[in-house]
């Protein structure tokens, strides 16, 4: 039985920005559709007495001081641009995009 | 154009609920995720590092600081502290956010479940109950070009300066805000002023409106009955003053009125609010949750706050705006409705300082509420716009009190001050000012004023010491209003000799 249809891959890969080819989108939801029941599997098993887990190492308040260091100087930081005017990054208009 | 119902008719025929989230900008000295130092102000991304500019490969490390703000906010809310939270990645496109998602926490706040009582200008108190305050990062800011002023419609194309990516913010987030009626709008501005004083006496945010530091979004919806289930909302974002959110949130009142009116669904969308009109225009339609495809953030382990910790962060709180206040009242001995008057007057902190200064309460109030208030109306700045502090109000009250000057010579003394001729002191000894208490140069004016006025002097010879005003009238105006009128006094009636 398909839990994630092909409408929903297209939906998300939208929300990604992701252009997918109408033969991606049935692949993915197939491909999808094994991790999901995979993971329903793994919630089977699950109690709730086990956290979930969103990072591997056993560690937490990994913390650092309020202490500055030097940036990056502004050349560099828009060295990566494809345009820039006045020492910030030019993009293209934003509302008409959407 | 949106047709509105007049605000008073609205709130008697629906019953608004508010909801209002408030971000406010941590006054670290480095960012949420990176050590970029912070500064207002500085040239454009002169202040970002590859973490705050989303560079491939950069991991974020949290800034301890801003986690022991995030627990002062959250207790001065009285919000519980969470024992274990992670941040997550709220996932969208848009240019001022340079990594494609912007660092928060979802379903794991640091704090949650507070409340704030909030007192509104005649003392009435509202209390507001606190869903959660989560730690955020700060998004980059946008500049547009070409199009109406730099308005988002009709920009050609935008300009993005990264060095407020990345700062961090604690957004705390009410829940519905029911049973105010026709006072939301002034529930709302009362709530974001009393956080934004909040903000200040724990010293986690400059908390300075004009630029930012504080940002309100409001969400409003009305029903028909208290009782009926909630109507649909709108949000009207970065509602930036305190005068805005209360106009604000009357305008969608008076704007989702008349969509009911009609008969009409009100839509659930972002607004956005034009301070220049007056009026909410209609932005993006809001994206579910779920759009946002929020995940644990995987570079980021969870903070863990020790009950030790929050105990101590407890324990080395300052008194808080509302203890502060009572406090004072109690001490200064103010009536209920003067304490009001000056609150509402932004007199507050001035009088405090003035009174630090040596002045007695009633006569720092008498300052500041009466003769300054006048000035700084006619001038139209706010009281601690004049250029005078309260330092010189209680310099110039101790020469008051100590006889140099009398009231009336004070003000003129004020006037010198204001005019930028110095501290009290000194325009009392350039301008001439101190009182005349030399009796001899005393005794000829009141000579002068006796000689003047025969009739009197029987009178008051007869037993009648009324009349003895109009002779210290004639003396003050001889002296310039220089004297002491209760030396003036005694003296004339040593030489009339009755």
């Known amino acids: ?98 | 154009m949106t047709q509105l119902v007049d605000y008073a008719d609205a709130v008697r025929r629906f019953d608004p609920v508010l909801g209002i989230e408030v971000h406010v900008e941590l006054g670290t000295r480095t960012k949420m995720f990176c050590p970029a130092e912070v500064e207002f102000g500085g040239d454009p991304n002169t202040q970002t590092t590859p973490v705050s500019l989303g560079l491939p490969g950069a991991l974020p490390v949290v800034n301890g600081t801003a986690v022991e703000y995030a627990i002062r906010i959250g207790l001065a809310l009285n919000c519980q502290i969470a024992e274990s939270c992670r941040f997550a990645r709220k996932n969208y496109f848009y240019p001022d956010v340079p990594k494609n998602f912007q660092t928060s926490q979802y379903d794991e706040p640091i704090a949650f479940d507070g409340w704030l009582d909030v007192e509104l200008e005649d003392g009435t108190v509202h209390r507001v109950e606190i869903e959660r305050a989560h730690m955020e990062e700060d998004a980059g800011k946008n500049t547009h070009v070409g199009g109406a002023a730099g308005r988002i419609h009709g920009a050609d194309y935008s300009l993005v300066d990264y060095n407020r990516a990345g700062i961090p913010l604690v957004e705390i987030v009410t829940k519905p805000i029911t049973g105010v009626g026709d006072r939301a709008p002034e529930v709302a501005r009362a709530y974001v002023q009393a956080l934004r004083d909040i903000f200040r006496a724990l010293d986690v945010s400059e908390a300075r409106m004009e630029r930012g530091n504080v940002r309100a979004d409001v969400n409003l919806s009305l029903r028909a009955t208290p009782d009926a289930p909630l109507g649909t909302r709108t949000e009207t974002k970065n509602v930036n003053s305190f005068r805005s959110v209360e106009r604000a949130v009357r305008y969608e009142v008076s704007r989702q009125a008349a969509i009911l009116d009609a008969g009409d669904t009100v839509v659930q969308e972002t607004r956005h609010w034009h301070e220049d009109t007056g009026i909410t225009t209609s932005g993006r339609v809001k994206s579910d949750a779920e759009d946002y495809r929020y995940f644990p953030e995987p570079d980021l382990v969870p903070v863990e706050p020790s009950r030790e910790w929050v105990e101590e962060i407890r324990a080395g709180l300052p008194e808080l705006p509302q203890a502060h206040r009572r406090r004072l009242q109690d001490e200064w001995g103010y009536a209920d409705a003067e304490m009001r008057d000056v609150v509402n007057a932004g007199a507050l902190d001035l009088i405090e300082a003035t009174v630090a200064a040596g002045s007695s309460p009633a006569a720092a109030r008498k300052w500041w509420m009466g003769e300054l208030a006048r000035r700084a109306k006619q001038d139209e700045v706010e009281l601690a716009d004049l250029a005078i502090t309260p330092a010189q109000i209680g310099e110039l009250q101790g020469l008051v009190d100590s006889g140099r000057i009398n009231d009336k010579i004070a003000r003129q003394v004020l006037d010198g001050v204001l005019a930028g001729e110095g501290d009290p002191e000194q325009v009392v000894v350039d301008r001439g000012l101190e009182i005349v208490s030399d009796d001899g140069a005393l005794l000829s004016a009141i000579d002068e004023a006796l000689a003047a006025q025969p009739d009197v002097v029987e009178k008051v010879r007869g037993g009648n010491q009324g009349p003895v005003g109009a002779i210290i009238g004639a003396v003050m105006k001889t002296t310039k209003g220089q004297a002491d009128a209760k030396r003036v006094r005694e003296l004339i009636l040593e030489r009339i000799g009755s």
């Open chain 1, 1 to 98: 039985m398909s839990t994630i249809s092909r409408d929903e891959v297209a939906r998300v890969a939208a929300l990604a920005r992701i252009e997918l080819r109408p033969d991606e989108l049935d692949r993915l939801a197939g491909e999808l559709d094994v991790i999901v029941e995979s993971i329903a599997k793994v919630s089977q098993v699950a109690t709730p007495e086990v956290p979930a887990t969103s990072h591997p190492l056993p560690m937490s308040n990994v913390f650092r001081p309020d202490v500055p260091e030097p940036a990056l100087p502004v050349d560099d930081v828009l060295a990566g641009a494809p345009e820039a005017e006045d020492g910030r990054f030019a993009v293209p208009q934003i509302l008409g995009e959407e």
